[in-house]
């Protein structure tokens, strides 16, 4: 018999509710200090090559860029996903909660009007996904007329 593979369970949410003023969430500690290391690390490498030009402090820069190349598209890929998972996710709930008079207005939604809506309560997502077409609102106009807001605490 083989041993199965941990579960992953996402941590609690945090006591307080989530908000406009609250919802944005930063990198983990781990990542940014990271890309301090490795900035740290590439002006020593490149005051190294000023000081003494030799082929290997000069790859030794070029390994610190590709370090920082990989942690940014990795976080940028991570971010890319989270948004299409969103898309989709919010553009089968606008099916399900709108009334298909209003179905047709779905796909007239931008990403990012798709991602301010995933905050609002299913009650109010008719009145602001109106609004976000008519008023051509941005993410942050809509999520700033969430009433009611629904917390998303699994975030990238």
Known sequence: MTASAPISVP??????????ANHRRLPSLAYM???VVLT???VVRSADVAR????????????????IAVAYYARLNALIVQDRV???EMRLRLFRVLPSEQHELIMKLTKGQLVGLRFASDAELSTLVHAAIT????????KQRVSNWQADWQRV
């Open 11 to 20: 941590k609690a949410a945090p006591t307080s509710p989530q908000s406009f």
């Open 33 to 35: 200090l990271a890309f």
């Open 40 to 42: 740290i690390e590439l």
């Open 52 to 67: 003494a030009p030799s082929l290997s402090a000069a790859w030794s820069v070029v390994v610190v860029l590709a370090l």
């Open 86 to 88: 969103i898309t989709l």
């Open 135 to 142: 008023e051509s609102l941005s993410n942050k106009a809509i």
